[in-house]
């Protein structure tokens, strides 16, 4: 089973998050739990796609692991 890391980061006026071992899941929100809503919106897309265009860590069983850029996160509430 493959872990699929996400990581979260603040911006000024919101949250960003990427996959940083799946190429093309990216999510954004007005808070955490919408960023990780849009992050599990994403994943659930690219499953939709043809199989030969879904990255071979969604194709089989997997787990979320979300990590918080915590450089951005304390320079932000700096």
């Given at each position: 089973?493959?872990?699929?890391?996400?990581?979260?980061?603040?911006?000024?006026d919101?949250?960003?998050?990427?996959?940083?071992?799946?190429?093309?899941?990216?999510?954004?929100?007005?808070?955490?739990?919408?960023?990780?809503?849009?992050i599990?919106?994403?994943?659930?897309?690219?499953?939709?796609?043809?199989?030969?265009?879904?990255?071979?860590?969604?194709k089989?069983?997997?787990?979320?692991?979300?990590?918080?850029?915590?450089?951005?996160?304390?320079?932000?509430?700096?």
């Amino acid at each position: 089973m493959q872990t699929i890391q996400i990581v979260i980061e603040k911006s000024a006026d919101s949250y960003g998050a990427y996959a940083e071992n799946v190429p093309g899941i990216y999510g954004a929100g007005n808070t955490v739990k919408e960023c990780k809503e849009s992050i599990l919106d994403a994943i659930k897309t690219v499953k939709t796609f043809d199989s030969d265009q879904i990255p071979e860590a969604l194709k089989g069983e997997y787990t979320i692991a979300y990590k918080y850029d915590t450089e951005r996160l304390l320079k932000y509430y700096k």
